[in-house]
């Protein structure tokens, strides 16, 4: 039985989490602005079945497929809004569930930290793949779980907020997010990303 971890529309993919995924990515990279859906599954084998299913049925493009023992990750995405929602409704088919048996995300851990100290900022842009990370800004840091939702997050902060995306990863156990910048713009990124996670509904993760 396949369970479904995460399954996430985003209406309007931005600028810097198109550019971080066409730099971290395999797959046909996606450009600012386009319609974009994760999904997260377990078993992560039967992810192959999801990307055909959703290739077969739709002309939207896959930029990310992950496949892990425990998880499998799978990222399209297209300028029409209407044919991503339509290979995520074929790709629902395909499994045999619906929306609303996602699990809802869970905030595992939710931290800022002030004014970052420059050998801090070495660190952590030594081990990121996107904007760097400057002495004296404050660094946003959200995990969560299911790991994909870390994606939305960052969206939907980026939408509201004038920040830098510094790290973002959407597979595994848990999902992380580094959002860099003032201290006013990041508090605003926090409150964004947390109110869409809160937003989504779904089956509750320790109950499924």
Do not use: C
């Not at 299913?53 to 399209?76: D, I, M, N, S, Y």
């Not at 044919?83 to 929306?99: P, W």
């Not at 996602?102 to 904007?131: A, C, L, T």
């Amino acid at each position: 039985m396949v369970t479904l971890r995460t399954y996430i529309f985003l209406d309007d993919m931005q600028p810097q989490l198109a550019s971080f995924i066409g730099k971290t990515a395999r797959g046909f990279l996606p450009v600012p602005h386009v319609a974009s859906l994760f999904v997260e599954i377990a078993p992560g084998i039967a992810i192959n079945q999801v990307t055909d299913r959703a290739l077969k049925a739709t002309k939207v493009a896959p930029a990310v497929q992950v496949v892990e023992r425990a998880f499998g990750l799978l990222e399209v995405h297209d300028d029409d809004q209407g044919n991503v929602m339509e290979a995520g409704s074929a790709i629902l088919d395909e499994l045999g569930l619906k929306e609303s048996d996602r699990y809802k995300p869970r905030i595992v851990s939710n931290q800022v930290i002030r004014s970052i100290e420059p050998y801090q900022s070495q660190i952590i842009n030594r081990n990121s793949q996107g904007m760097m990370l400057l002495p004296g800004q404050s660094l946003f840091i959200l995990e969560t779980e299911p790991a994909a939702y870390a994606v939305y997050a960052a969206n939907e902060a980026e939408k509201a907020a004038n920040v830098f995306l510094v790290n973002v990863r959407p597979y595994g156990a848990f999902g992380r997010l580094y959002l860099g910048g003032t201290e006013a713009e990041i508090d605003a990124a926090q409150e964004a990303a947390i109110s869409a996670l809160e937003a989504v509904d779904g089956v509750d993760f320790k109950k499924r």
